[in-house]
């Protein structure tokens, strides 16, 4: 049973012997920098984590490749001067391009293994066996990494509780180190099936059969049913659909993809997992479309950011895996696996790389917002000048900018308007243009749950919408829709005050009795009204209302 459960240790050194020595390289570096801040050892942590990746590679193109043992030193020797290439060529820095670049790579590289057994032979039998192994291995290696490592701990936290031993809290995180970094990875590694044993029929256990069948596939259509009644609300409501939905998308049919590879292998048997397995693709198509509305929305909006970059690449591969296989009868695994590979390392490197993309996109933003507010020749101009002219709204929106390029130490880029600076940052550039001065929010802002809009019509005609929840109805809260226009929320209702007048109120009552007599109230349309009536006493937990206006003296 041992031998079973933690394969052939002895045989996972001899065939990945550098990638082991990188997990062994890569636990002790983070146990250092545990004690102690010292560049160099931070610098090569990350490179390390990918060249475990990468050494396993290696290891696996000259096995099935059948590469003496020459060949397999030159490969491991050129493998070691990309990865110092890479680790010259970074900052080495722990900042969000570094690790989500290493990230990347490391995608690229894990998706490009599987398709190392498949040079020779890729068969229906060998892809779902190969595949198929891979993905119980990996289940299997991190839930006995997981209870191995709360066992130990469990019985060291038993001990210093019992026999009152103090142990410094710190031993948790350098255990989880060790599991995390050498005792998965290697549990992993001796569980990597050879060439040959791919070709034999694969017999699924009882326990996955039954996870596979009973809760991984019901689940997935569970989540399915969920994104076509929101993508139904969106249409109906003809609203423009949420920017989470994207990750929900991407994430959901990347789940609903695997449990299409999972039940392929009983498709023949029943009817409902043939027919999931034949219109997956079909099912995903339509839940893209709402995703390219809701990420290209933003990006109009508000430019290219890191997360909506890899979430428009992900929706890509998606589009191009979902048309292709939309046409197949045998699903084409192989190809999902090599696009995915192939994205990942195209937007890590070069100028079209996730950060370059986003950088230039918030610049151009910049230089946009401040493009109309220049009117010199750029030799006579000097950014202080337009200072005081820049509007609350594009104060809002430059602020924004300003704080995510200096997160990204990417501030210089904007140098072309603080030449007088040598170095940039964004407390220099807020002060330069007096961006910490007090605004007037946009008339399209969120207040934690809530959110309005502000629509200015002719004659003095104002649309509002409001979208309030429980906490500010109950607290009380005042929206600033612009200089001289504010709305009261309150438990009892609505006021609008114009250049401080009341010019309008509306009673949550009048709306209670409006639905309960089926009378509307003139110029409201009230999309949502929750809450309780209990002994006349009314309780809001949330209203979406829009209101007509009339008389209101706008804005100077």
């Known amino acids: 049973m041992f031998k079973k459960v933690f394969g052939n240790i002895k045989e996972a050194i001899i065939r990945f012997p550098v990638a082991i020595a990188f ?109 198929f192994i891979i993905v119980k291995n990996l289940i299997i290696s991190t839930l006995f990494s997981l209870i191995s490592y709360l066992g130990l701990i469990a019985a060291i936290a038993a001990v210093d509780v019992l026999f009152n031993l103090n142990i410094n809290d710190e031993i948790y995180f350098r255990i989880w180190l060790f599991f995390a970094g050498l005792y998965a990875p290697v549990l992993f590694l001796s569980h990597i099936p050879k060439g040959e044993d791919l070709n034999n029929e694969v017999v699924i256990g009882k326990f996955l059969n039954i996870l596979i069948k009973y809760i991984v596939f019901p689940l997935t259509l569970i989540y399915f049913v969920i994104l076509y009644s929101y993508l139904i609300r ?43 397995y034949r219109y997956t693709f079909v099912i995903i198509l339509p839940l893209l479309i709402m995703l390219f509305i809701a990420i290209l929305t933003r990006i109009g909006d508000y430019g290219i950011t890191e997360n909506r970059y890899f979430l428009l690449v992900a929706g890509f591969w998606l589009t191009i ?137 002719n004659d003095g005609e104002v649309l509002i919408y409001l979208n309030i929840f429980k906490d500010n109805i109950v607290n009380g809260y005042t929206y600033n829709l612009d200089k001289n226009l504010r709305c009261s929320v309150n438990s009892s209702g609505i006021t609008l005050l114009n250049k401080d007048k009341e010019v309008y109120s509306l009673d949550f009552k009048d709306i209670y009795y409006s639905f309960k007599n089926s009378k509307p109230i003139p110029n409201i349309i009230v999309n949502d009204f929750s809450g309780n009536y209990i002994n006349s006493e009314l309780s809001i937990s949330r209203i979406e209302i829009t209101m007509l206006v009339k008389g209101i003296i706008l804005e100077d």
């Open 23 to 131: 997990c062994i390289i890569s636990v002790i570096l983070w146990e250092i920098l545990v004690d102690n801040e010292i560049a160099l050892v931070r610098n090569f942590t990350l490179v390390s984590i990918l060249a475990i990746f990468l050494f396993t590679l290696i290891s696996l193109l000259a096995e099935n490749l059948k590469i003496n043992k020459k060949r397999e030193l030159l490969l491991n020797v050129a493998g070691l001067f990309l990865i110092i290439l890479y680790y010259i060529t970074t900052d080495g820095s722990f900042s969000e391009k570094a690790v989500s670049r290493v990230v990347l790579l490391s995608l690229s590289v894990i998706f490009f293994i599987p398709l190392t057994f498949l040079i020779y032979s890729h068969n229906e039998t060998r892809v779902w066996n190969t595949l």
């Open 234 to 276: 969106v249409i109906f409501n003809r609203e423009l659909p949420k920017g989470t939905i994207s990750y929900l998308t991407v994430s959901f049919s990347m789940v609903g993809i695997l449990c299409n590879f999972l039940i392929s292998k009983f498709r023949k048997f029943h009817k409902v997992y043939n027919c999931y």
């Open 321 to 457: 895996i979902s048309v292709v296989n939309l046409f197949k009868s045998e699903k084409s695994y192989i190809f999902i696996l090599l696009i995915f590979s192939a994205l990942s390392f195209i937007i890590s490197v070069g100028p079209w790389n996730f950060s370059n993309i986003s950088t230039l996109s918030q610049v151009n933003r910049f230089n946009r917002i401040l493009s109309g507010y220049i009117t010199n020749e750029e030799s006579s101009f000097h950014i202080s000048s337009i200072a005081n002219k820049i509007t609350d709204g594009d104060i809002i929106e430059l602020k924004s900018i300003v704080n995510y390029l200096d997160k990204k130490n990417d501030s210089n880029r904007l140098k072309r308007y603080f030449k007088d600076q040598n170095s940039l940052t964004a407390s220099i550039i807020i002060s330069e243009l007096n961006l910490d001065r007090e605004v007037v929010k946009d008339s399209k802002f969120n207040y934690g749950t809530s959110e309005f809009k502000v629509n200015y019509l």
